[in-house]
């Protein structure tokens, strides 16, 4: 098993066991709690499904089983998430299911909408039904999950490979769940958006907003406008002269690529170009580009910033840029923009921003002016207009089933929610995405007791932190005061991108905080939030290993009780009865070597520490996967009964066992 890939200090630690009796670690005829390894349950899905019932026994899938799917894209994303881990050759067919094989059925599952299934789990088969692709998607990552974590395997593991026999009906709350990132404060390339769009799929997120402009960044190539990437693509936040950080952009084909890469995941991209304010990197860009043919030769009218002539600021600084809408260089360039990008898009929005344009630059009639007239050209491609909810404000008239993106820590009848209530009043539909509630780019924890994390992250929406519980515990219905569910379409966790570089650390503020935000979009509205919390912890629980295995770094934030994982590695005998090297493999996110005892008996009578090594965490990254080593000869041929036992910190240890033959 190949360890996590990052950057870390790897730790190698004789873990003593002079504390633990063997009547202790061996298995007790005294019933003291001993976890088993990785066994699923269907307490472990997230979101949460709508209905399960629990059946008698268990699938196992087994190396001769095939994928017997009505859709063969489907079948085969399915049969590549589950090869790595098995190594089982799982033939994608189409015809009758027989005994041990997983079917995949276009059919009516008798659930609304088209992303609805049903998941029937039996001893002799696990059966997805629903009316379309996108339903059995669904219904595939719901399997998923109710495999043993360690299924996420990038490498072969050993089995058994089980599914609890289950009955599931489930179905989405809202047809907008989204996660948005911002690649214009930080440039982050295709590769990482297309490895976020794995890792968000899982969760049946079906939305990534794309934020690919702002005043430090332009990302996209746009035919006629060069100057937009080759000069505005070039910086990012903090850059210092652009020297440190130097940017970069995506060539329309890298973009292509993404929008398709995401359809296969049954998620849809939604472009944002943040206007008339969050642009000087397109005022920088086009402010002295006096030979473009496009223009009219004095392009300096776009601007209407601060500064004039405009300069670049890295900073994170908000509010000081716009572009004038009495321009027809403004136009033009938008225009474009909207054109080339809308055609890029096969998605039903496209979101212009609006948001933070002081009055000091526009006024409220300049302001209206602009988003009315850009509201119209969006229309005219055949988009939804889609904008922050300041596009509801005084003298705008947003086309019919336009979408706010409701954005303030107000909530109730505060004077900030003013937005959400002009958006009902003028019939728009409303994303939901309360800062305090939503944004992925605050820290976990901020003020007296700490920064979590140190260098990663904004506070000014969550003074001292938002960590998983205040990002689960709210209702969006009624979030707002007259703000119904027949206003929502959905939700979204926007990343902003101001302190990120990378997508280790992107997924250090997503992951796990994204999937209270996922369940909250899914799953039907909850009764009680304390007992509706302590469920969602343990589930969430259960993301550890899942996480840990395909290398996504994330905060192993002390509010989740995370799960020990213990699984058995493939052992070899060398000469002589010796055995060596690799035993099996842990997974404990937040939790450091020093604080784990492991513990080997041999099925011999002789007992042993382990040899625990892996990445240690940093501020800014979870500890790694850690493997179990020992070394260990036998006195005679013999089967034995290989026995390791891992405890931390007080919980109940896990066990795993593995056969020698000597």
């Not at 299911?97 to 088209?114: E, F, M, N, S, V």
């Not at 890792?199 to 005043?215: C, G, R, T």
């Not at 089933?401 to 954005?407: D, E, I, L, P, R």
Request: net charge negative.
């Amino acid at each position: 098993m190949a360890l996590v890939a990052r950057k870390r200090s790897l730790v190698g630690i004789a873990v003593l066991a002079a504390a633990l009796a063997v009547a202790t670690i061996s298995a007790p005829a005294t019933g003291a709690p001993l976890a088993a390894p990785a066994k699923a349950t269907v307490a472990q899905v997230v979101p949460k499904p709508v209905s399960i019932t629990a059946g008698n026994g268990k699938f196992t899938l087994t190396r001769p089983a095939r994928i017997v799917s009505d859709d063969a894209a489907v079948g085969n994303a399915l049969a590549e998430y589950l090869r790595p881990a098995t190594g089982y050759r799982l033939d994608v067919v189409t015809g009758a299911a027989q005994q041990g094989d997983i079917a995949l059925r276009i059919g009516d599952p008798g659930t609304p909408g088209d992303e609805g299934y049903q998941l029937d789990v039996t001893t002799g088969n696990a059966i997805v039904t629903a009316k379309t692709a996108h339903g059995l998607y669904n219904g595939v990552q719901t399997i998923r999950q109710l495999l043993p974590g360690w299924i996420d395997s990038p490498t072969g593991q050993v089995g058994p490979w089980s599914i609890p026999a289950v009955h599931v009906v489930d179905y989405p709350r809202y047809g907008y769940r989204g996660v948005m990132l911002d690649i214009a404060r930080h440039f982050q390339p295709a590769s990482a958006v297309k490895r976020l769009i794995d890792q968000v799929a899982a969760y049946k997120v079906n939305v990534l907003h794309l934020h690919v402009s702002d005043d430090q960044g332009f990302r996209i190539v746009i035919d006629g406008f060069p100057n937009l990437t080759e000069i505005g693509g070039q910086g990012s936040v903090g850059t210092g002269g652009r020297t440190m950080d130097p940017g970069g952009f995506w060539t329309q084909a890298e973009y292509r690529d993404v929008v398709a890469y995401a359809a296969a995941h049954f998620i849809t991209v939604v472009p944002e170009v943040d206007s008339p304010g969050h642009n000087n990197a397109i005022i920088m860009s086009e402010y002295n580009d006096t030979a473009n043919p496009l223009l009219d030769g004095n392009p300096q009218d776009i601007n209407c910033s601060r500064n004039d002539p405009p300069v670049w600021n890295y900073t994170g600084a908000v509010g000081y840029s716009a572009m004038c809408p009495d321009s027809d260089n403004t136009w033009t360039i938008l225009g474009t923009i909207i054109d080339q990008l809308t055609a890029m898009s096969p998605g039903p929005w496209y979101h212009l921003g609006g948001d933070e344009v002081p009055s000091t630059l526009l006024s409220h009639e300049q302001y209206a002016a602009l988003v009315n007239r850009e509201s119209g050209i969006v229309t005219d491609h055949g988009k939804t207009v889609m904008g922050w909810a300041e596009i509801a404000g005084e003298g705008t008239t947003p086309p019919a089933g336009s979408v706010a993106q409701y954005w303030s820590t107000s909530s109730g009848s505060g004077s900030g929610t003013v937005t959400a209530r002009n958006a009902v009043a003028k019939g728009m539909k409303i994303v939901m995405s309360p800062a305090n509630r939503t944004y992925l780019d605050m820290k976990y924890l901020a003020g007296s007791a700490g920064n979590v994390p140190p260098t990663l992250g904004l506070n000014w929406a969550c003074s001292r932190g938002c960590d998983i519980d205040q990002f689960y515990n709210w209702e969006p219905e009624g979030h707002v005061t007259g703000v119904t569910d027949a206003n929502i379409i959905g939700v979204e966790a926007p990343m902003w991108g101001e302190t990120v570089v990378n997508l280790d650390n992107v997924d250090y503020m997503v992951f796990p905080r994204l999937l209270a935000i996922a369940e909250i979009g899914w799953s039907p509205k909850r009764g009680a939030l304390p007992p509706a919390y302590a469920d969602f912890q343990n589930r969430v629980a259960a993301q550890g290993v899942r996480l840990t295995l395909p290398d996504t770094n994330f905060y192993p934030t002390p509010k989740v009780p995370w799960h020990l994982d213990l699984r058995a590695a493939r052992t070899a005998v060398g000469p002589g009865g010796q055995v060596s090297g690799a035993l099996a493999y842990l997974s404990a996110p937040g939790r450091p070597a020093s604080t784990i005892t492991t513990t080997i008996t041999w099925g011999d009578g002789t007992t042993s520490a382990g040899v625990l090594t892996g990445e240690a965490a940093t501020p800014i990254s979870v500890n790694g996967l850690y493997t179990i080593g020992g070394d260990h000869t036998y006195g005679a041929p013999g089967t034995y009964t290989v026995t390791l036992t891992v405890s931390a910190d007080g919980t109940a240890p896990v066990t795993t066992t593995l056969t020698v033959e000597v």
